[in-house]
C-alpha cells in the first residue's frame, strides 16, 4: 500500500501541487506567529476581525462553565442544548428566514441539504466553479448531476430546459471562494422559477460581509424566502467562531431534521460554540463599522494594485485574486512573500482549473491601512519579472 500511495504523492510533488500545513502559534488575527516570527495575516477567512475578539472569547468561556466542552451526543438524542436553540432563532431572524438548523460544518451542511432535498430520478444544476463541498454533495445524491459555464444563465437555462426531472435543484455560491465574485442571483431566481426549480445557495462567503447588516448576498439583492428557499451560512469565517447553518421555511427544515444523513448521525457542535456565535451575531450586527472599514480596505487595495499594475480578478469582496497562471510560480511567489513577512495563500489545481493558480488575498476589517500598503510595496518589489501586470 504504501508504494502505491508514495508514487502517487511524488507525482503530485513534482506538479508543483503538493500541500503542507503551517504550525501557526497563535490565535488568528491580522498578525500569526509562525516558526517563531510574524507574519502579517492576508489568507484567513476572518473577514471582520472577530476571531479573537474579547467578548466573543468571555462568552466561550462562560459557557464552558455552564456546558462543558462538548455535547456529547446528536442533535436528535440529547445534544441539543438551549444554546443551540437560541442561536438558531437568532440566525432565522438574522437571516429573514422562519427557521434556521444548525450543522457542526459548511460541508456537513452542504452535503446534508442537497442529499435530503433531491435523489434518484431528479436533477441537480450547479456552477462549475462552485465549493469542493457543493460539488460533492452533487455527485453523492445520485441525480442527475449537471455543471453549467459559471455565472451563465444562458448555459443554465440550456441544462434545465432539457430536464423532465420531477424535482430540478439549482445550487451556487454566493461569493466564489477562489474568484471573489459574486452569483448573479436575481436572475437565477427568477430562471428557477420559470423552471419550476428549487435555488439554493451557499453564502458562505457573503454572510457578514454584504448587506445592510451583514446578511449576506441574498439581503443585498433582497431576495425572500420563496425566491432563495436555501440558504446555507457558515460561522468560521466572517463570525470568527465555528459551525454552519441552513435557512429556510418550516417545511425544509423539519425535512433537514427527517432526512439528513449528516445532521442526524453526529454529534452536536459544543453548546459553548454556540453560545459564542450568539455574542458573534450581536457584533456582526451592531457595528456596522467593520463592513464599513472592510469596504474602505478593499477599495485601498484594489486602487493600489491598479497603480502597480497588478492583474487582479474583478472582485469587489475582501478576496482579492492575483492571478498568476503558472503553478510553480505561485508557489515562488507565496513564498517570497513570506520571506517578506506576509502569509498569502498559493492556490493551485485541484482547488482551481488547471492553469488558474492564484495568490488569494484576503483582507479583514482588522488589517491596517499600513499593513495593506506594505504588501502592495511588496508586491510591486515582485512584479518586475514575477507577476503579471
Same mark, same amino acid.
Given at each position: 500500500?504504501?508504494a502505491?500511495?508514495?508514487?502517487?504523492?511524488n507525482?503530485?510533488?513534482?506538479?508543483?501541487?503538493?500541500?503542507?500545513?503551517?504550525?501557526?502559534?497563535?490565535?488568528?488575527?491580522?498578525?500569526?506567529?509562525?516558526d517563531?516570527?510574524?507574519?502579517?495575516?492576508?489568507?484567513?477567512?476572518?473577514?471582520l476581525g472577530?476571531?479573537?475578539?474579547?467578548?466573543?472569547?468571555?462568552?466561550?468561556?462562560?459557557?464552558?462553565?455552564?456546558?462543558?466542552?462538548?455535547?456529547?451526543?446528536?442533535?436528535?438524542?440529547?445534544?441539543?442544548?438551549?444554546?443551540?436553540?437560541q442561536?438558531?432563532?437568532?440566525?432565522?431572524?438574522f437571516?429573514?428566514?422562519?427557521?434556521?438548523?444548525?450543522?457542526s460544518?459548511?460541508?456537513m451542511?452542504?452535503i446534508?441539504?442537497i442529499?435530503?432535498?433531491?435523489? %434518484?430520478?431528479?436533477?441537480?444544476?450547479?456552477?462549475?466553479?462552485?465549493?469542493?463541498?457543493?460539488?460533492?454533495?452533487?455527485?453523492?445524491?445520485?441525480?442527475?448531476?449537471?455543471?453549467?459555464?459559471?455565472?451563465?444563465?444562458?448555459?443554465?437555462?440550456?441544462?434545465?430546459e432539457?430536464?423532465?426531472?420531477p424535482?430540478k435543484?439549482?445550487?451556487?455560491?454566493?461569493?466564489?471562494?477562489?474568484?471573489?465574485?459574486?452569483?448573479?442571483?436575481?436572475?437565477?431566481?427568477?430562471?428557477?422559477?420559470?423552471?419550476?426549480?428549487?435555488?439554493?445557495?451557499?453564502?458562505?462567503?457573503?454572510?457578514g460581509?454584504?448587506?445592510?447588516?451583514?446578511?449576506?448576498?441574498?439581503?443585498?439583492?433582497?431576495?425572500?424566502?420563496?425566491?432563495?428557499?436555501?440558504?446555507?451560512?457558515?460561522l468560521?469565517?466572517?463570525?470568527?467562531?465555528?459551525?454552519?447553518?441552513?435557512?429556510?421555511?418550516e417545511?425544509?427544515?423539519?425535512?433537514?431534521?427527517?432526512?439528513?444523513?449528516?445532521?442526524i448521525?453526529?454529534?452536536?457542535?459544543?453548546?459553548?460554540?454556540?453560545?459564542?456565535?450568539?455574542?458573534?451575531?450581536?457584533?456582526?450586527?451592531?457595528?456596522?463599522?467593520r %463592513?464599513?472599514?472592510?469596504?474602505?480596505?478593499i477599495?485601498?487595495?484594489?486602487?493600489?494594485?491598479?497603480?502597480?499594475?497588478?492583474?487582479?480578478?474583478?472582485?469587489?469582496?475582501?478576496?482579492q485574486?492575483?492571478?498568476i497562471?503558472?503553478?510553480?510560480?505561485?508557489?515562488?511567489l507565496?513564498q517570497?512573500l513570506?520571506?517578506?513577512?506576509?502569509l498569502?495563500?498559493?492556490?493551485?489545481?485541484?482547488?482551481?482549473?488547471?492553469?488558474?493558480? %492564484?495568490?488569494?488575498?484576503?483582507?479583514?476589517?482588522?488589517?491596517?491601512?499600513?499593513?495593506?500598503?506594505?504588501?502592495?510595496?511588496?508586491?510591486?518589489?515582485?512584479?518586475?519579472?514575477?507577476?503579471?501586470?
Amino acid at each position: 500500500m504504501d508504494a502505491t500511495l508514495q508514487a502517487q504523492l511524488n507525482q503530485r510533488r513534482e506538479a508543483h501541487l503538493y500541500r503542507t500545513r503551517l504550525n501557526v502559534e497563535s490565535g488568528c488575527s491580522s498578525l500569526l506567529q509562525v516558526d517563531g516570527r510574524a507574519l502579517i495575516n492576508f489568507c484567513s477567512n476572518d473577514y471582520l476581525g472577530l476571531a479573537g475578539h474579547p467578548d466573543i472569547r468571555r462568552a466561550l468561556q462562560q459557557a464552558a462553565d455552564q456546558y462543558g466542552t462538548g455535547s456529547g451526543a446528536s442533535h436528535l438524542i440529547s445534544g441539543h442544548s438551549v444554546a443551540h436553540h437560541q442561536l438558531e432563532e437568532q440566525l432565522a431572524e438574522f437571516t429573514g428566514r422562519p427557521r434556521a438548523l444548525l450543522f457542526s460544518t459548511g460541508y456537513m451542511a452542504n452535503i446534508g441539504a442537497i442529499n435530503a432535498l433531491i435523489g %434518484r430520478r431528479d436533477l441537480i444544476v450547479q456552477d462549475q466553479l462552485n465549493h469542493a463541498s457543493l460539488l460533492d454533495g452533487g455527485r453523492l445524491s445520485q441525480a442527475d448531476f449537471q455543471r453549467y459555464k459559471h455565472n451563465d444563465i444562458a448555459h443554465l437555462r440550456q441544462r434545465l430546459e432539457k430536464s423532465s426531472a420531477p424535482r430540478k435543484l439549482i445550487v451556487t455560491d454566493g461569493v466564489f471562494s477562489m474568484d471573489g465574485d459574486t452569483a448573479p442571483l436575481r436572475e437565477i431566481s427568477n430562471l428557477a422559477a420559470e423552471h419550476n426549480a428549487w435555488l439554493m445557495v451557499d453564502d458562505a462567503h457573503g454572510l457578514g460581509v454584504l448587506g445592510q447588516q451583514g446578511a449576506g448576498l441574498v439581503e443585498q439583492l433582497k431576495l425572500d424566502v420563496e425566491q432563495v428557499p436555501v440558504l446555507m451560512g457558515t460561522l468560521g469565517k466572517s463570525f470568527g467562531t465555528f459551525g454552519a447553518f441552513i435557512a429556510g421555511s418550516e417545511a425544509l427544515i423539519e425535512t433537514l431534521i427527517q432526512f439528513s444523513r449528516s445532521y442526524i448521525y453526529t454529534t452536536a457542535l459544543p453548546p459553548a460554540i454556540a453560545a459564542a456565535t450568539l455574542a458573534s451575531l450581536e457584533i456582526v450586527r451592531r457595528e456596522d463599522w467593520r %463592513r464599513d472599514k472592510l469596504t474602505q480596505l478593499i477599495q485601498r487595495f484594489r486602487s493600489g494594485a491598479e497603480q502597480i499594475g497588478l492583474q487582479l480578478a474583478a472582485s469587489s469582496t475582501p478576496i482579492q485574486p492575483l492571478l498568476i497562471n503558472d503553478d510553480q510560480k505561485v508557489m515562488q511567489l507565496g513564498q517570497q512573500l513570506r520571506d517578506a513577512g506576509f502569509l498569502v495563500g498559493a492556490i493551485r489545481p485541484p482547488t482551481v482549473p488547471a492553469g488558474t493558480g %492564484r495568490l488569494r488575498i484576503t483582507l479583514s476589517a482588522e488589517h491596517s491601512d499600513e499593513q495593506v500598503d506594505q504588501l502592495l510595496d511588496a508586491l510591486d518589489s515582485l512584479s518586475g519579472s514575477d507577476t503579471p501586470t
